[in-house]
């Protein structure tokens, strides 16, 4: 069965999203609106909402984007643990996918919050492990410039295995709360970590008692090489920045092709690429939402976009001139502008082309027509192992998870490609992923050893 994903993108998914006239008008900090995007894809049985984040406002260096708000920028944002806190009052089965940095923030504290996001959602916490990828977040941590990328995966490592090593702290059956005996909890099913590494420090136990699912569900963001291992090695699932699907199957391959030599089957990892859709009840219909989009974004718009994507001034190349090669490596995210630089090439695309060609899907791939078109192309995707399902991207909210669910949803499931009711106890039952033991308390590995 495909697992699918959402964003919590009020602005919509394209960047003209917002000032289309089916979007939410008022779009700054509106709990109301994430709740009703919860329930939203809750209805449409959706694995999990998710929600990126950085920790700086981004792109004052490009006034015209800056004013734009671009949805993939966040100006003015809730911290996604907190949000998706209070979204899990409202909601029982949809997981809750938070983005939070191993660069800038610590173990202790961040295995803390997750752990209780679990217990207060009832096993429903998932955790986007990124590096960051925004350079000048650096400069809101006391430091004057980013971490080198290598550094970042290091710790990133370290990071992980210390939470792990966190929310092993309690038995499930610690505390025993015997009122007759006096006894609350049980001395000798608690372990002190007492980690001393390379970046961190950290002593423990942790003050949270072992959470519903053992661990989150453990998302990834990176896609180099060091990405890659760290999610064959840790990772349930990692995006992928794979815009056909032909590089869709490399990627598919080559990460299913690592978990072997970590004892892990290859379906305990699973490949999410993002993808925009646009459907619409006749094939004219999604294209005509489309093009109204498209025709919101001005050069003066799409060419700080793209900059931003490729992590250039592209300003200083001819609008219609063809697209320049660029070096691959760069200290955000590389696989962007890799992605969008070889689409260019392979297409023999302008500058101005190529930013239409990506505003539509923020530089994922864009699924455009029919019900029965849009599906055809996802089962294809899904059925050819370029994928294990998709992070769909809604390019005006509220109406286009409203129509994937109404008008997607449906198909999928008489396709027998996706569930027709939330099953399991836990997130990680519903999406069917190993449920981590306990090495020092479980039975089971106890025996083991
Ligand atoms: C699909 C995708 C989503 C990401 N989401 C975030 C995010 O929300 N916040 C963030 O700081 N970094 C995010 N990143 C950046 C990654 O954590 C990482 O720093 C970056 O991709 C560079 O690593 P790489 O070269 O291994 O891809 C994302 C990357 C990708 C590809």
Request: with cysteine; hydrophobic share 40%; aromatic share 8%.
């Amino acid at each position: 069965m495909m697992n699918l994903m959402t964003g919590l993108l009020g602005l919509g998914g394209h960047l003209g999203g917002w000032r289309h006239k089916d979007a939410w008008s008022d779009n700054v900090m509106n709990l109301d609106h994430a709740i009703e995007t919860a329930q939203m894809a809750e209805r449409g049985l959706f694995d999990l909402l998710f929600m990126a984040d950085g920790n700086a406002v981004r792109q004052m260096d490009k006034p015209a984007l800056f004013a734009a708000n671009s949805p993939s920028d966040r100006p003015a944002v809730f911290e996604p643990i907190t949000l998706l806190t209070a979204v899990a009052q409202y909601t029982k089965h949809i997981g809750l996918l938070c983005t939070a940095t191993t660069t800038y923030d610590e173990p202790y504290s961040l295995a803390r919050r997750f752990a209780s996001l679990d217990h207060l959602s009832k096993g429903r916490a998932c955790w986007n492990i990124v590096t960051t990828s925004y350079p000048d977040d650096s400069l809101n941590f006391s430091r004057t410039e980013h971490m080198a990328k290598d550094h970042r995966y290091e710790r990133a490592i370290e990071f992980i295995e210390v939470a792990k090593g966190l929310w092993d702290s309690w038995a499930e059956d610690a505390f025993i709360q015997d009122r007759a005996t006096g006894r609350f909890l049980d001395p000798t099913r608690v372990r002190v970590l007492n980690h001393m590494g390379k970046h961190f420090q950290v002593k423990g136990p942790l003050n949270v008692a072992r959470m519903p699912q053992g661990y989150p569900v453990l998302f990834t963001a990176g896609q180099s090489e060091d990405g890659r291992e760290l999610a064959a090695k840790h990772a349930d699932c990692i995006f992928a920045v794979t815009n056909t699907k032909k590089a869709g199957q490399a990627f598919y391959a080559d990460l299913k092709g690592r978990l072997a030599k970590y004892g892990r089957a290859p379906d305990s990892l699973r490949i999410m690429p993002g993808c925009a859709v646009y459907v619409g009840r006749t094939a004219s219909e999604a294209e005509e939402l489309y093009d109204e989009l498209q025709s919101l974004i001005a050069p003066e718009l799409g060419v700080p976009y793209l900059s931003k994507l490729c992590e250039t001034d592209m300003s200083k190349y001819p609008l219609d001139g063809p697209m320049p090669d660029l070096p691959t490596s760069v200290l955000g995210i590389a696989s962007f502008r890799n992605t969008i630089v070889e689409m260019a090439k392979r297409d023999k695309l302008t500058v101005r082309q190529t930013y239409e060609r990506i505003l539509p899907s923020m530089g994922h791939v864009t699924m455009k027509g029919s019900v029965s078109q849009v599906c055809d192309e996802i089962e294809d995707w899904y059925t050819s192992k370029a994928c294990d399902g998709f992070n769909i991207n809604t390019p005006v909210m509220p109406r286009s998870l409203n129509d994937f669910v109404e008008l997607v949803i449906p198909e999928l499931q008489r396709r027998g490609l996706f569930r027709k009711a939330y099953e399991g106890r836990t997130l990680r039952e519903r999406m069917g992923l190993p449920v981590p033991a306990n090495p020092y308390f479980d039975k089971t590995s106890l025996a083991a050893e």
